[in-house]
């Protein structure tokens, strides 16, 4: 069973900085790929961060290079983003992501599972 739970949205003024965690079920976490995307109203869906989980492969859209760092606990099975110097531009939607291990990390593949979405607003 994959699940995925994002937390640790927010607001926040521009400048500032959020860190989101995403769990994942243990099967999930051993066997994907996984990734944040996001999706501001009016917007389409666009891939932020994405990481290999087994090798720490990293890959970052142009938009939050330099800016977001995508990072994995093992322990505990737990996915995160760390946002720093957010810009207005930065308010969406933002959900985990999971997809097979083919082409990881990749940001231009379809994903097959996706959490709830956590809420990042900066004004």
């Known amino acids: 069973h994959v699940q995925l739970v994002e937390s640790g949205g927010g607001s926040v003024q521009a400048g500032g900085s959020l860190t989101l965690s995403c769990e994942a079920s243990v099967s999930t976490y051993n066997s994907a790929c996984l990734a944040w995307f996001r999706q501001a109203p009016g917007k389409e869906r666009e891939g932020v961060a994405a990481?290999?989980?087994?090798?720490?492969?990293?890959y970052y859209a142009d938009s939050v290079k330099g800016r977001f760092t995508i990072s994995q606990d093992n322990a505990n099975n737990t996915l995160y983003l760390q946002m720093n110097s957010l810009r207005p531009e930065d308010t969406a939607m933002y959900y985990c992501?999971?997809?097979?291990?083919?082409?990881?990390?990749?940001?231009?593949?379809?994903?097959?599972?996706w959490g709830r979405g956590t809420q990042v607003t900066v004004s």
């Open positions: 992501a999971a997809r097979n291990r083919e082409y990881c990390p990749t940001l231009s593949r379809d994903y097959n599972y």
């Open positions: 990481i290999d989980p087994d090798r720490g492969n990293t």
